[in-house]
């Protein structure tokens, strides 16, 4: 009951806000930081297109990213 209330609570916030959440989701010896996106619930006439809920967006850390290579001038003409 209580962690309904407190999600419900971050969500809306969330959304009042227009803001996001980093977290770390999985196990402790493998965390994962991601990003929680608010998405607000989507009715049209006939009902319901989209349910309201978060999206999980998983962010890569420093050393995961890496510089672009150049194409070579080949595969640059097509």
Known sequence: MGSTCIFIA???????LKRFAVAFYG???RPQLVAL???EEI?????QIEPPGMHIIYLPYSDDIRPIKKRSRWRQRW
């Open 37 to 39: 996106v608010a998405q």
């Open 10 to 16: 971050l969500y809306r916030s969330m959304i009042r």
């Open 43 to 47: 009715i049209d006439g006939g009902g």
């Open 27 to 29: 196990s402790s010896s």
